[in-house]
């Protein structure tokens, strides 16, 4: 069985780790990659959340995309924003 994402078809088992996929799609530069990676560890899918790396990784998925993905993008960083202390959001 197949799914498809992003117009390609995909073998179920990749789905099984999505987290690891996208830190590998990320190592090489794409910008989706980091956004998938932010919205992992801001709602805890697959790995513990951890608000600080889901900022980061939100950051490094802004500066690529049409004006409307970096919007939304820019969003979910300032959401996290919000649940970081001063010194964390420094840290990120």
């Not at 078809?9 to 996208?22: D, E, S, T």
């Not at 690529?64 to 924003?81: L, M, N, P, T, Y």
């Amino acid at each position: 069985r197949h799914f498809v994402f992003q117009g390609h078809a995909l073998p179920k088992f990749l789905f099984h780790h999505p987290v690891r996929w996208y830190r590998k799609a990320a190592y090489q530069g794409w910008d989706a990659a980091h956004f998938n990676l932010g919205h992992a560890y801001a709602n805890g899918r697959g790995i513990p959340k951890d608000y600080a790396l889901a900022h980061m990784y939100y950051n490094f998925s802004i500066s690529h995309g049409s004006r409307e993905d970096q919007e939304r993008r820019a969003k979910a960083r300032d959401d996290v924003a919000q649940k970081l202390t001063p010194q964390q959001l420094a840290d990120a």
